[in-house]
């Protein structure tokens, strides 16, 4: 990408990440591009972008019906919706910041949005985000950086983390409520929430975590909009099938959001995929030039 990085971790940081399992900055992004992203944000959710392929879900609901409010709505890969998101001060530094903490090799995974409406906005169960993958490779190393495009607090949905769980394997999940059609997962083992840390961040700070990291965002009872925007970063790995069991609670997962990204398979869609996999691998290639 052509934006240059404007920041960089101190061994400082580094150690505390790689001790705690997340981090937080006070900025990321500077004002002016917060408010370029509010503004692409706003319109994306407003237009529900991505909704028949996919992308754009509720992530608390059965999410079927178009006319309930969505409390927890999310886009996957927003940038496939709005190309002026390729080239962020944000993207820039994230991928400057996940270099550091994994390697030169880092690349930029998968990206998200997420939405809490103001007053209704709903808790995210807690979970690591590794729960979630299909593709699983012993040894995954990927972080998420969370930004907010407004302040948070814990009345708006900050993340909360549990310093130190990213060094204990994937714990059991399962969907909320039993509900296989519901997206997200929830943790069910035991673990300590009293020691969990919440992070307030101010419009355009960041907290960076590992895929293995437990942590939670609280309902947003403010009355704003919590938008958070969300940049995953990887290493490449081959995932080994030798070892590699589906999550039990992944294999009963029957979404809405998959069913009509089937249906827009069919449809045509496989070819859009197609393209957008081998653009992926192009964008990979000159992360790693
Ligand atoms: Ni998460």
Redesign the pocket.
Known sequence: MKTKPTLALSDEQTQRFKEQGYLQLENISPPEEVEFLKSVYDRLFAEKAGRRQGAYFDAVSIDEDDNKPHTSPQILDPVLFAPELKETVFRANGLAIAKQLLGSKAYGSFEHAILKPPGIGAP?PW?Q?EAFRLDYAPGYDEI?IWMPLQPVDTTSGCMEFLPGSHRQPVLRHASPGNDPRIHALACVDDFDQTKAVACPLPAGGCTIHHTRTL?HTGPNISPNPRRAYILAFALPVKPDYKFARPFPWNLEKQTASEQRKRDWRKRGGFAVEFVRKIQKKVTKLTHDA
Do not use: A, N
């Open positions: 995210t979970h985000d998420s942590h």
